[in-house]
């Protein structure tokens, strides 16, 4: 009797808990889903309100669907309206960041990665303190070297220019790029590198046929971790260019900032999508290997 | 020479970086360094003149205000990002469905510039056509929101637009510490009866502690940093009311051209820094030894 009575108190605690259970879960979705839409919002305003006409932002909110798709503030962002003077548009400065953005990328990795096998590979006394000499360049808030780099660039002739940015770039991306290949290096095994010592091969020999070949991984963080940062710089492009010079983020700012006409929010929106595109679908596309900069390069503004 | 040259490729393929980081970092630091113990305005000089730029600076109203406008935002960003990350990274962590497309919808916000973001974030603020006219058309007829414009509020709208881009970041580096951690211990934890609040309350937070160091050092570094969304989305105003370290120094140093006082505020944000920098730096390095 009493064995009976417990056998249904136990199937009645499993419901229970089966309930507990679901609710819980429930609970867990609507919480993440909720995160998802605050996220996801302004993405989603951006979108719509670049396809509106300003009478319909006026009319409208934040969040309502436009009456019918209307792109012409894409083309106003991207072409201009073809009045000349005072007419900025992004496509310039689109190509300038590009022009920037390229080059530095392809140095400063490629300084990265041969630093990174010299400090693993090539091991000599006191190389640790070189690495954290360098390691340390990662995590200066860059107006510390405002002041002296405007002066620099004054210097050597390039101030106000793509090559200026370029050198900035290149510069202070090093520490970042040798972060990344010095820590992948490290955890490729020395015997491959003595093997091959033995057989004669030499420094270049070593690295452009035995780790150059394994290194795809780390080239790709690396490269998207320096795209994307370089792409999206702000403070370098706005202190050292202006005008006919600036990279993209600059430029945008400058259109968004500037009063001298209405305000057509349509076209703010239409250019803050386009000058984000490129990081975007980097992201979209290699978002695995995006995050494993982030988390190894955590720490930069 | 030749041969000099075989024994010491090594070094000399280290060369350009070396030379490069300590001109353009170290150099230029000690440079801006000695150009803050001078009276330079539009142009550098030479002369030393001691510590009166410190002293003007920490005399100046807008600096202080940058200074405590720093310290509300870094309280706030820290706080709101590392729960919201911490509590993303747990429900993430329970076997979810297309937890592949929710993490990619949390994190994205880092992949865009702060100019980009921010200039979407003026424009959700905006006091007329933005949340505020949302809500009025929800329903809520005398509902205002003036953030954006109203001087003790600003700071506000900067933390909120942080927090939306940077907590996904600290979810990430919490949802990687978590499956660094070995099932066992929680499947031992759940024999010995606990439930999963209890696994995650007394065994598995307190297990994060070096997610919540890089965490910290992670954020109080972008805070400090603070300038582009700063310039996106209200130039330091209302006023001077949402001045930053960051924009402060370049705004005295560009606009007003007082050269010497932008170092001197350049090197307590350096200061600032490096004291959050260096012992993490320091305990890092002794945990690479230690393994």
């Known amino acids: ?301 | 020479m030749f041969k000099w040259l075989e024994k010491n490729l090594p070094k000399v393929v280290l060369a350009p970086a070396v030379g490069l980081i300590s001109w353009f970092v170290y150099g230029f630091i000690l440079w801006t360094l000695y150009i803050s113990f001078t009276n330079s305005k539009i142009l550098p000089k030479y002369e030393l003149w001691g510590f009166g730029q410190y002293t003007k600076l920490w005399a100046s109203r807008k600096w202080l205000i940058a200074v405590d406008n720093l310290l509300i935002f870094t309280a706030l960003f820290l706080i709101f990002c590392i729960v919201i990350g911490i509590i993303l990274a747990i429900f993430l962590d329970q076997k979810i469905r297309a937890e592949g497309v929710l993490r990619t919808i949390y994190l994205y916000p880092m992949a865009l510039s702060f100019i980009v973001t921010g200039t979407a974030w003026k424009w959700i603020l905006n006091p007329t056509l933005g949340l505020q006219k949302l809500f009025i058309d929800m329903g809520f007829e005398n509902f205002t929101f003036d953030w954006l414009v109203n001087r003790e509020m600003a700071i506000y709208t900067i933390v909120i637009a942080g927090v939306w881009q940077s907590a996904g970041f600290i979810m990430a580096l919490f949802l990687a510490g978590l499956r660094s951690i070995e099932d066992e211990i929680v499947k031992a934890a759940k024999i010995d009866g606990a439930n999963l609040f209890t696994v995650y309350w007394k065994i598995l937070i307190p297990m994060m502690r070096p997610v919540f160091f890089t965490s910290f050092v992670v954020l109080v570094h972008i805070s400090i940093k603070s300038y582009d969304l700063i310039v996106a989305l209200t130039q330091g105003g209302p006023g001077i009311s949402t001045t930053m370290p960051a924009l402060y120094m370049t705004q005295t140093a560009f606009h007003k051209s007082q050269v010497g006082l932008s170092a001197a505020s350049a090197m307590m944000m350096f200061m600032a820094v490096a004291a959050v920098i260096i012992p993490y730096l320091y305990s890092e390095l002794r945990r690479e030894n230690v393994s």
């Open chain 1, 1 to 301: 009797m009493s064995a009976n009575i417990s056998a249904t108190s136990y199937k009645q605690l499993e419901q229970k808990s089966k309930l507990k259970n679901m609710l819980l879960r429930w609970f867990l979705y609507f919480v993440l889903i909720l995160f998802a839409s605050y996220f996801i919002f302004p993405l989603y305003v951006m979108i719509v309100t670049s396809l509106k006409t300003m009478p319909e932002i006026r009319q409208g909110n934040l969040i309502t669907w436009p009456s019918q798709l209307n792109f012409k503030p894409w083309a106003v962002a991207w072409g201009g309206r073809g009045y000349g003077a005072g007419d900025t548009f992004l496509r310039p400065y689109f190509w300038n960041s590009i022009k920037m953005v390229v080059p530095a990328v392809v140095a400063s990795t490629f300084i990265g990665a041969m630093t990174g096998y010299v400090l693993t590979k090539w091991r000599f006394k006191g190389d640790s303190w070189i690495f954290l000499f360098l390691l340390f360049g990662c995590f200066i808030p860059f107006q510390a070297i405002l002041l002296p780099m405007a002066r620099t660039l004054g210097v050597l002739g390039i101030s106000n220019s793509i090559l200026g940015l370029v050198v900035v770039h290149t510069v202070y991306g090093i520490p970042f790029t040798t972060l990344f290949f010095r820590n992948y290096y490290v955890s490729i095994p020395n015997e491959l590198i003595k093997a091959a010592r033995i057989d004669g091969a030499g420094f270049f020999k070593i690295f452009f046929k035995i780790l150059l070949p394994i290194s795809a991984p780390i080239i790709v963080v690396t490269v998207i971790w320096q795209f994307t940062q370089i792409w999206n710089d702000f403070l370098f492009g706005s202190t050292f260019s202006f005008g006919e010079a600036a990279p993209i983020q600059v430029a945008l700012n400058n259109m968004v900032l500037s009063s001298t006409s209405v305000k057509e929010y349509n076209v703010d929106m239409a250019s803050a999508i386009i000058a984000g595109f490129p990081t975007l679908i980097v992201y979209v596309l290699a978002g695995k290997y995006f995050i494993r900069g982030l988390t190894s390069g955590a720490v930069k503004g």
